[in-house]
């Protein structure tokens, strides 16, 4: 056989080869989606994934020198010289720029010759004075000896008292005019403009010849930033949001200037000055940032991101599953989930009863065997008179309940809890909050008074968020058959939301609707 011969039919048998594992790729993949479709049945699932959950608020804001000082002009005049320009970096004591001090030199040149002046008055009323009091010391010694009139003597008492007024008078005057001399003085000084502090020029509003009045406010020279190797963000976030934001939370941002970097922040300050722009609320909250590689210039819009939580490694599950209600009259409607606690401190294994919650919560507490003791018998009475309302709940409101829906709190006792798909309102809920508190405070406080004041604390804030956390009923598929489950959900990233429960594993199916009959086919 010849050669070109064989290398055809290589070729055709390696195409036959790969044609073959087509085929068988393709027979695969759909008998994997038709066993998956299978066993969904006629439901549309969502599958427990075990993920991270970061929850984020978005905001916009305006990056800016941490300080920024404006320097202005004390007085009045024409500048001279402007010796910095935008972006000069200056030192504190630096001068930017210089005005005509011609007028305030001439006043100067007046003043130290009204000095002068008064200088020469005062010795003058010295010399007055000198003469005055001679003058009156001698008519005293005559008055003494009768030689003169009482008259001539109180004439010269009085003169001396006036020289002595005029050299006061003379006095006064100088250090009127030296007063005046330092103001004038001041000024010839403020004529020549200074930094203030280190930093680095951002503006600069005037133009050599100008004239500068300072009137009645100083006039705005140059705009200095200080230290930009830190800067910050002032975002506006919306009051919907607020409640959430923390002293010390990760801030990511991004901005238009740098589209292919992403920067990093601190939540510094989260201030109360509300403001309302078309009725909407924000607050600011200041946000600290590192810039000491000079990247970010003072002024770029940003968008931020406030990372309020963040839940790493847990069972998530959609957010489909979660607000899936099955219909009025469907199979999933009449399914309840069983929930009566037994024994061994647990719910019955159809959802995560309080018990369950409890027993964890007591096991970060460090209990010594007196302690366990006590919270064991109070778990086990708790579990029997859940056990009993729920018998009782079911023989007389059974159909009520199956009409009403909604998630249970805690898995028994017949109490529901609004969820992804219960209709309960918000004082209802708040009222059986507070009637399980005072329950459970009732049947375990002889455990609660056994416990020291941090074992104290801790439970008091466990027991505190588990009655505040959310149930939700949901529907687990097992066997191609839905089972009613409660959930316990936590943090939300808007998509996918935090679940747990102890029938839950990753991997699990759970409802998120209905098929239609063309779906199903």
């Known amino acids: 056989m010849s050669q070109p011969r064989r290398s055809r039919n290589t070729f055709r048998k390696a195409g036959l080869a790969v044609a073959a594992i087509a085929v068988l790729a393709a027979g695969w993949y759909a008998w994997s989606k038709r066993a998956a479709t299978d066993e969904a049945g006629g439901y549309r699932t969502e599958t427990v994934q075990r993920g991270d959950i970061r929850v984020a608020i978005s905001a916009t804001g305006t990056l800016s020198a941490i300080t920024t000082v404006t320097v202005g002009s004390q007085i009045s005049g024409q500048v001279t010289d402007i010796l910095v320009d935008f972006n000069s970096p200056v030192k504190k004591g630096d001068v930017l720029a210089r005005i005509d001090p011609s007028t305030y030199q001439a006043q100067l040149e007046q003043g130290n010759a009204q000095i002068a002046n008064a200088q020469a008055q005062l010795r003058q009323a010295q010399a007055s004075l000198h003469n005055a009091t ?47 001399l330092k103001n004038t003085q001041v000024n010839i000084d403020r004529a020549v403009i200074r930094s203030p502090v280190d930093g680095v020029v951002l503006t600069r509003k005037i133009e050599p010849g100008q004239t500068v009045a300072a009137s009645f406010s100083a006039p705005e020279l140059f705009t200095i930033a200080e230290d930009l190797s830190k800067m910050k963000i002032e975002l506006a976030v919306d009051e919907s949001d607020i409640g959430q934001v923390r002293t010390g939370q990760a801030v990511g941002f991004t901005a238009d200037a740098f589209p292919d970097r992403r920067f990093k922040g601190v939540v510094e300050q989260v201030r109360l000055a509300a403001t309302t722009n078309n009725n909407v609320v924000t607050y600011p909250v200041v946000v600290t940032v590192d810039n000491s590689d000079g990247t970010l210039l003072p002024g770029l819009t940003v968008n931020a991101e406030i990372e309020v939580s963040k839940r790493e490694g847990v069972l998530r599950l959609g957010n489909a599953a979660l607000r899936f209600k099955p219909a009025e009259g469907s199979a999933l409607a009449e399914l309840q989930p069983q929930g009566a606690p037994a024994g ?20 970060t507490l460090g209990l010594s065997a007196q302690q366990k003791a006590a919270f064991d018998a109070a778990l086990e009475e708790m579990q029997r008179r859940q056990a009993e309302r729920m018998a009782q709940a079911q023989a007389q409101q059974g159909a009520q309940s199956q009409q009403q829906g909604g998630n249970r709190l805690f898995g ?35 455990f609660v008074s056994s416990l020291d004041e941090a074992q104290r604390g801790k439970w008091n804030a466990g027991l505190e968020a588990q009655l505040s956390a959310k149930r939700v009923l949901a529907y687990k598929l097992v066997g191609g058959k839905p089972q009613p489950v409660m959930l316990k959900v936590g943090a939300s990233d808007g998509s996918s939301t935090e679940i747990s429960g102890r029938d839950i594993k990753e991997g699990d199916l759970i409802v998120s609707g209905e098929r239609s009959a063309a779906e199903s086919k």
Not at 164 to 169: D, F, H, I, L, M
């Open 344 to 363: 061994g401190g647990a719910g019955s294994g159809r959802g995560p009863g309080i018990g369950e919650d409890l027993q964890a919560l007591a096991g």
């Open 412 to 446: 028994g006792g017949g109490m529901r809890m609004g969820g992804g798909n219960g209709g309960a309102n918000p004082a209802m809920l708040a009222q059986m909050r507070a009637r399980m508190r005072d329950r459970l405070n009732q049947q375990f406080d002889a």
């Open 134 to 180: 001679l003058d009156f010391e001698r008519k005293q010694s005559l008055s003494a000896q009768k030689l003169i009139a009482r008259s001539d003597l109180d004439l010269s008492r009085a003169a001396l008292d006036q020289a002595r007024a005029q050299v006061n008078a003379a006095q006064a005057q100088i250090r009127q005019q030296t007063a005046s």
